[in-house]
């Protein structure tokens, strides 16, 4: 937005596209709340919702000091896994009206309902505030379907019988809603279906890929390549005798428990008693920095013309993980692995990831992973991102 648009937004004390906050220490919920109901645009403005912050409710500068932190700690509102799905916003250092100014432009999503920690906010005329069941079903229907991500695109081959309801109302949804919000809405499973993106919206819903991934019965009967092909080799070549192999399958929540239980069981611990006063118990890798570069395999892989799984082959002195789908958005070969740029190929995997308690915090996966294995005295990672695929080499202490 240029200057002379915002000039008008920020004299206009009325504007239900605007919110304004002194500070952001004791306002950060409320702005990420203004974030999520100008996502949501429920009066379908279809125009970018602005919030400018240091600025007083009556219009006059609070004289918030703008520096780097602090834009910092609003671009990290977007990613740290609060709202979702990923809203589309930029914020910026402004002067106006001689009032030095941060402001976060939101941008309408075409993906409602967006959600802050799992309540789904709205802002109509002067009131901001959670949205009733009829104004979530009215977000959820003016859903654009197209250029949707492939991760919500439906399956018409599949139906609802398809999905494991049991399942979704037993783990999933109550992992990703409030049990306040579930019972004050006594919406039918249908319609639940519909909010969290699992079946597409219209009169005959059918299955969303996501929807298959995450509660499906048998996920690869419609996405041949929804699985991981786990290798135990005896030895350091592809060639070499095959110790143990597994096919990890089933609807996501499995898939990530069974995959845990795998990768720990094959972690080796070595003991050393000259360690004083007490011994030392080291593992050959660290279940942290595994567990985030075989999670980061499944959230960012394509789904989409390929029928390859995820592998994982597992040398007696080296680990390899690779994906199928090279890096996507933003982020390319020459910047892969830069903790700063990051991008999402399937959003509402992330999202579903992140529901069920196995990303705690988006972009930074493959960092935690580095520390993990610098802490644990293993060498640094390679990988090896190509445009059909992406490797990373994980080499033993």
Known sequence: ???????????????????????????????CEAICAFANDLPNHQQPGVIFVGVYDNGSCANLPINDRLLID????????????????????????????????????????????????????????????????????????????????????ATLD???????????????????????????TEQQLKAMRFTSTGTHPYPTVLGLLVIGKDPRQFIAGAYIQFLRIDGTKLTDPIKDQKEIDG?????????????????????DISAQPTELRQ?????????????????????????????????????????????????????????????????????AMKNLGYVQRFGIGILLARQEMEKNGNPPLEFKAEEANVLVTIRGR
Not at 91 to 99: A, E, F, L, S
């Open 74 to 157: 609003l671009s990290d509102l977007r990613s740290n896994g609060n709202i979702l799905p990923f809203p589309m916003m930029i914020v910026q250092k402004r002067v106006i009206r001689g009032c030095e100014v941060a402001v976060i432009i939101v941008e309408p999503s075409g993906d409602t309902p967006v959600r802050f920690r799992g309540r789904t906010w709205i802002r109509v005329g002067p009131r901001r505030g959670l949205a009733t069941r009829d104004e979530e079903r009215r977000l959820t229907e003016k859903r654009r379907s197209k250029d949707l991500p492939f991760d919500i695109q439906p399956v018409q081959s």
């Open 251 to 271: 609807p996501l929540p499995d898939q990530l428990r069974l995959l845990d239980e795998i990768l720990q069981a094959n972690i080796s611990i070595a003991t």
């Open 283 to 351: 593992p050959n890798y660290p279940i942290v920095a595994l567990q985030q570069l075989a999670r980061n395999a499944i959230l960012h892989r394509t789904y989409e013309g390929t029928n390859a799984p995820i592998r994982i082959y597992w040398f007696s002195d080296h680990i390899e993980i690779q994906n199928p789908g090279g890096p996507f958005g933003q982020v390319n070969e020459r910047n892969f692995g830069n903790p700063d740029i990051t991008d999402y190929r399937n959003p509402h995997i992330a999202e």
């Open 162 to 188: 398809d999905l494991d309801l049991n399942l979704f109302q037993r783990v999933y949804l109550p992992s990703t809603l409030p049990i306040d919000i579930i019972e004050q809405n006594h919406r039918t």
């Open 1 to 31: 937005m240029n200057d002379h648009e915002l000039e008008i937004l920020f004299d206009d004390l009325e504007s239900d596209r605007v919110e304004r906050k002194s500070s952001v220490g004791t306002d950060k919920e409320k702005i």
